[in-house]
């Protein structure tokens, strides 16, 4: 049962998401110790800006960090990538 000043009590109540939060997407959780949403698992990656704690968002990049021998470590050339779902620098196509 939700009291009065919790907004949820060992699970999040039903329809209420990471998006309803401000959050672009990600697993809203109830920390159960204090009846309150714990929006660690939610994100903001995938709505194309770059926000705090990201490296990158779609084709949005923090500086020069959208430059393989910038970016990743050891790398002369390739292509940066931005995974979709962590917002971090994907160096698969660096050489």
Request: charged share 25%.
């Amino acid at each position: 049962v939700i009291d009065d000043g919790e907004q949820c009590d060992d699970e999040v109540p039903e329809g209420i998401e990471c998006n309803d939060r401000g959050f672009f997407g990600g697993t809203l959780a109830c920390n159960s110790d204090t009846c309150m949403f714990d929006t660690s698992e939610c994100h903001n990656c995938g709505d194309g800006d770059v926000d705090a704690g990201e490296d990158c968002d779609g084709t949005a990049f923090v500086g020069t960090m959208d430059s393989c021998p910038e970016a990743c470590a050891g790398t002369t050339s390739g292509a940066v990538g931005c995974q979709p779902v962590t917002c971090e620098i994907d160096c698969t196509a660096c050489l």
